[in-house]
């Protein structure tokens, strides 16, 4: 399995990254006796589509996983509507979109449009499921602390595993679901020190004290916002957390 950090900045794009996306690749059966490349998306922030392009053709993603409706992490949907219903090689095939509850009427309202169709003729929009199966991919999913809908997500394939935090305060479903991870990708948008609201984002030191409880092979602290110095995020990360560490950047690739 391959992982490419498409953007990673939090709470807006940022000069060196866009919004929250990450790519994943595997191979997997073709269904005509053969084998090709899966590629899914874990989420598409605003400036995600864009930098996509760097690293495959958008055309060729099988499904998306939301992990909420947050500007940062859904909104370039709307522009990857717009690809795939007015591409000049014709309207592409519907690909299944999973996410919060709200997400069908989310984005049709994102882009101005009727909820009925809205983005339901480009995109086969579900709700998350505890377990879901993408070609070699398996994608787990568990509810997270947020202020709307926001789901953790763990991707899976080949016997090796990304746990995604999205966006989340400290809590112990995050824990179960990253427990034994190859990378845990976990937010680090708030410093130590500062008057943080419960139950909205995650410290370094949060992050480094989840890793550690769940027991995972790599911490990847992401979605530090682009107001703060993210080697406070790792400073804060190394008081709790001795195993491997480091920050996403964009472009970033683990091959797992």
């Known amino acids: 399995m391959r992982l490419t950090v498409v953007g990673c900045s939090g709470s807006y794009p940022g000069p060196d990254s866009c919004a929250s996306s990450y790519l994943f690749e595997a191979e997997g059966p073709d269904g005509a006796g053969g084998t090709r490349t899966w590629r899914i998306l874990v989420d598409l922030g605003n400036g ?4 996509l ?3 495959v053709d958008p055309l ?7 992990s909420h409706l947050h500007a940062d992490h859904c909104l370039d949907l709307c522009g990857y509507y717009v690809m ?3 591409h000049p090689t014709g309207a592409q095939p519907r690909i299944p979109v999973w996410g919060p509850p709200d997400t069908p009427g989310r984005m049709a309202r994102a882009y101005d449009l009727p909820l009925d169709p809205g983005m339901t003729e480009e995109f086969d929009f579900r709700p998350h499921e505890p377990v879901v199966e993408v070609g070699p991919f398996r994608v787990e999913s568990a ?3 947020h202020p709307v809908d926001a789901f953790a997500l763990r991707v899976s394939a080949d016997g090796r595993s990304v746990a995604y935090s999205g966006d989340t305060g400290p809590c112990e479903s995050l824990e179960r679901l990253a427990a034994g991870a190859d990378v845990f990708l976990c937010e680090a948008s708030f410093r130590d020190g500062e008057d943080n609201p419960p139950d909205l984002h995650m410290t370094g030191s949060e992050c480094g004290t989840a890793a550690g409880r769940a ?7 992401t979605h530090v916002p682009p107001w703060h110095d993210p080697e406070d995020a790792l400073s804060e990360a190394r008081t709790t957390w001795d195993g491997p560490l480091e920050l996403a950047v964009a472009g970033a690739v683990y091959q797992l």
């Open 48 to 51: 995600a589509l864009g930098q």
């Open 84 to 86: 795939r219903k007015y």
């Open 143 to 145: 509810e997270v602390v």
């Open 215 to 221: 027991g995972v092979g790599r911490l990847v602290l």
């Open 53 to 55: 392009h760097q690293y």
């Open 60 to 66: 060729t993603i099988d499904a998306v996983f939301l």
